[in-house]
């Protein structure tokens, strides 16, 4: 049986809200084991705008939920104060206690995955928490050195060769190393967690019209390039031109998409698979996945927010799940 393992986000936005809609649709018994990590008083208050269709036990202690044979358990992390709506100091501390928690449940339980609610940037900065993000998050919590953002959705696969940063420091960034260890990532994890065989990549260039041959960039033509040739070994192609690649929709054609910076892959791949993209962290010895949407802290309390996106995590939790254990 699976564990799914839910954490709260940030408590002021719309986490709690779409986690017990998402375990009203989910919730199977005989399938899986849900674990929701939240105040108790979040939680209460999320029920009132959200009933939930389903019977839980509440523990207190980490052990006493690990151990437990209920389908439906609630880890009350202890009640805190609630401002709908704004990123607090609290609500940092709060969303980071979730992802701690999750982190010890997930190496104690085998078959096991954590879907993360939605957290605030702005939240963990006013709480002191020095992670641009749940994915760096985790990284260290696993200490682990080589791991990709991927983003996941039934029309493709895509994952970034840098995460969160400036524009302007992008190109300093694009290196051999980079480039080899990111494509090392991405192959073994579409053959593992995704159990494709031989898997084909597109690389995406950098520059626009992939730098004309150095008039308008050398990135391409001095280390993209060549990496794509001294990589030939993992079926790499490209590279690409970005908005040539979309629109005539060559993206069908590769198992994955390696994006250079953020808005590259984010701003296609949103268009496409809005309300059902899924953020994976790949590269790590757990499985950690989330809806690929922010905390949304202007409905919050309306009770209006989809669990579209949180649904179709928990479809790719298990898909990875299954597939690490059959190529173990």
Not at 83 to 101: D, F, H, M, R
Request: a positive charge; glycine letters at 6%; aromatic letters at 10%.
């Amino acid at each position: 049986m699976n564990t799914l393992v839910f954490t709260c986000g940030d408590i002021n936005g719309i986490g709690p809200e779409i986690v017990i809609k998402t375990i009203n649709k989910i919730q199977n018994p005989g399938k899986r084991k849900i674990i929701f990590i939240c105040p108790s008083n979040v939680f209460e208050h999320a029920a009132e705008i959200i009933n939930p269709e389903f019977e839980f036990n509440v523990f207190k202690n980490l052990n006493e939920v690990i151990e437990s044979r209920k389908p439906i358990t609630i880890l009350d992390i202890g009640k805190t104060k609630l401002n709908v709506g704004i990123p607090t100091k609290i609500s940092g501390l709060t969303s980071a206690n979730a992802i701690e928690k999750s982190y010890q449940i997930l190496i104690s339980i085998k078959k096991s995955a954590v879907i993360t609610a939605p957290i605030s940037k702005k939240s963990f900065e006013l709480a002191g928490i020095n992670y641009s993000g749940q994915t760096e998050f985790y990284a260290s919590l696993s200490n682990s050195k080589k791991f990709l953002m991927m983003f996941l959705s039934q029309k493709f696969k895509a994952a970034l060769l840098t995460i969160h940063m400036p524009l302007k420091n992008v190109s300093e960034h694009i290196t051999f190393e980079k480039i080899k260890n990111t494509i090392e990532i991405l192959w073994n994890t579409l053959a593992t967690d995704f159990n494709i065989k031989n898997p084909e990549i597109a690389l995406l260039g950098f520059n626009p019209h992939n730098g004309e041959d150095g008039r308008i960039g050398n990135e391409e033509r001095e280390i993209i390039i060549p990496a794509i040739k001294k990589l030939n070994n993992k079926f790499v192609y490209g590279p690409f031109v970005p908005d040539a690649f979309f629109g005539t929709k060559s993206y069908k054609d590769y198992d994955a998409i390696l994006g250079i910076y953020h808005d590259q892959v984010l701003i296609p791949f949103k268009m496409i698979n809005f309300d059902k993209g899924v953020n994976f962290t790949a590269g790590l010895p757990i499985i950690r996945v989330s809806p690929d949407h922010g905390t949304a802290f202007d409905i919050a309390d309306f009770g209006i927010a989809k669990p579209t996106s949180m649904i179709a995590a928990v479809k790719w939790a298990e898909k990875i799940i299954m597939n690490r254990i059959k190529n173990e």
